[in-house]
């Protein structure tokens, strides 16, 4: 059984731009700043970043995983904070997913604090989630 303070494991995501791409066709998120340098220039940016629900994804899969069956994700938020730059690269970049036991509420759900970076930039904030377990 998890308890407070309870910590889940890093657990890292590798991004390239191959991934992203199969997510842009997934999503039907089509921007160019998603996979062309170029455009992601004139809008701005330093580079090409990935989808900022791409990266709520795989902070919520670690999440999945981690909790196993029987847990039911009942909310979920974040706040975005910087961009995921994506290198054009065979190695691309990885986002590494943590995260604590907050505590449990009256109702015996479970609030859980995630953790989400990518190299030492905290890529989201305020990544909360809460759990109900099958009884």
């Given at each position: ?99 604590t ?26 990544t ?8």
């Open positions: 059984m998890i308890g407070p303070g309870d910590r889940l494991p890093a657990r890292a995501f590798r991004l390239t731009r191959a991934e992203l791409v199969r997510y842009a066709a997934a999503s039907g998120d089509h921007n160019p700043i998603h996979w062309s340098d170029s455009q992601a220039g004139r809008a701005g940016l330093p580079g090409v970043i990935a989808h900022g629900m791409l990266s709520m994804g795989l902070a919520a899969t670690a999440l999945t995983e981690w909790a196993g069956e029987g847990a039911t994700v009942v909310e979920f938020g974040t706040r975005f904070t910087r961009p995921v730059l994506v290198p054009d690269t065979a190695d691309g970049v990885d986002i590494v997913v943590g995260g036991v907050a505590g449990f509420r009256e109702d015996g759900s479970v609030r859980v604090d995630l953790t989400v970076h990518c190299g030492s930039e905290k890529v989201l904030a305020r909360r989630a809460v759990l109900v377990y099958d009884r």
